[in-house]
């Protein structure tokens, strides 16, 4: 189970990054790196019938995960979360293959596990042992507890109005917690003033390599959980849109392996109208996402006014032929409860946006009934228990 990785490379110029060493962005663009494997080499030992017999987990992916040596593949459990029918909520609006891919499954209850688990174990494996983390709650909780599992120190930095249990996580895996006014963005700004005064290594969204690695498999798995055959349309909250741009990469690193053929399911970007960058740029057709002043929204992970991947985000949307709606705080109350009370699934307020998101462009014609949709919940809504009912009133 040897690691395929060769290289990094910037998506914008095409440089390329030495991958044994620590590595951010590319300065040049202002662009997140990706990583690049040898997939001719990868397929020499994952192959549909290994994967299958490998144990559970994220790590059964290895050759095309980015950690060279067994010992640092850290794990809490992480990853092969469920794929449910949603028959209740679909018979009701006449879908009739609507699923939810339930990432609360996860450490910590939330898709963050995945990212900030390769992320700590590729900063481990090239000598790392020190990291600061801007969040909007559940990244900070991750890669407390990830940091708390390889021994390491960890800085994390969050809106101080961000959820009580994300905040009190922190502080139970032993990582120093530093609460900041303002939106994640400015949590970020300080985060970083800090990393280069104390020289701790950054995990930003985007701002390293492999939190996109880990959140690649949630593709892989997808591809997996649908027999090889992808959906037609997934719908994605998306704050910093790691998950989004990662399960695109790993459709075309599966196309390239030859495990599926050229389908791609029409990614839809879901995002809060109190803070919506993604959303506005793609209607305007723009390249860039424009800063998006004064987000606010109950759905915490989607207070992301800045994305640093905005250019990856867009084009992974509209290479699909996809889309980017916006909902409502009331809208995603609303479709919380349906989810919960239909499904028996507590979503968090970002996985209800999906859900909201397509009961409108249900509206629209945008889907048709007979098409396979998933919906992404990508964490528990326990979480929100205070964040929600103090931001509704």
């Not at 395929?4 to 997140?32: I, R, V, Y």
């Not at 922190?170 to 970020?188: C, E, P, T, W």
């Not at 959140?215 to 992808?230: D, S, V």
């Not at 970002?350 to 945008?366: F, I, P």
Request: net charge neutral.
């Amino acid at each position: 189970m040897d690691s395929a990785l060769t290289h990094l490379e910037c998506p914008e110029c095409g440089k390329q990054f030495d991958a044994d060493l620590a590595q951010t962005f590319c300065e040049d663009c202002k662009s997140p790196l990706e990583a690049r494997y040898d997939l001719d080499k990868a397929r020499l030992s994952l192959d549909l019938k290994t994967v299958s017999a490998r144990p559970r987990g994220l790590w059964r992916w290895a050759e095309i995960l980015p950690v060279r040596l067994e010992k640092h593949r850290l794990t809490l459990g992480e990853g092969d979360t469920p794929l449910l029918p949603a028959a209740r909520l679909g018979k009701a609006s006449d879908f009739k293959n609507l699923y939810i891919k339930d990432e609360s499954a996860n450490p910590t209850a939330s898709f963050k596990a995945r990212g900030l688990v390769m992320a700590v174990a590729k900063a481990i494996e090239l000598g790392i042992k020190e990291f600061v983390i801007p969040t909007a709650g559940n990244a900070g909780g991750a890669l407390a507890a990830y940091a708390a599992r390889a021994k390491a120190a960890a800085h994390v930095f969050m809106p101080k109005d961000a959820p009580l249990a994300n905040q009190l996580e922190v502080k139970a895996f032993g990582a120093d917690l530093v609460l900041v006014d303002g939106l994640i963005s400015d949590a970020g700004k300080l985060a970083a003033e800090e990393s280069k005064k104390h020289g701790w290594f950054d995990v930003s969204t985007f701002k390293e390599p492999y939190r996109l690695e880990g959140k690649k498999t949630m593709g892989l798995e997808l591809a997996g959980q649908f027999n090889w055959n992808l959906p037609d349309v997934i719908f994605y909250p998306t704050g910093g849109g790691t998950g989004l741009v990662g399960m695109w990469k790993a459709f075309d690193e599966l196309e390239k392996m030859g495990w599926i053929n050229s389908k791609r399911p029409r990614m839809v970007s879901v995002q809060a109208e109190g803070c919506a960058p993604i959303v506005r740029a793609f209607e305007q057709g723009s390249e860039r996402a424009e800063f998006w002043n004064g987000g606010e929204t109950i759905a915490a992970g989607l207070r992301v006014p800045g994305p640093f991947a905005d250019r990856q985000i867009l084009r992974a949307i509209r290479q699909s032929k996809g889309a980017a709606m916006a909902v409502s705080d009331a809208e995603i109350v609303i479709a919380q409860k349906e989810i919960a009370s239909n499904e028996g699934i507590f979503a968090c307020p970002e996985g209800a946006a999906a859900w909201a998101a397509l009961k409108k462009m249900q509206k629209q014609g945008w889907v048709k009934p007979e098409e396979q949709i998933v919906l992404f919940n990508t964490g528990s809504g326990l979480k929100y228990l205070c964040f929600s009912s103090k931001h509704t009133g």
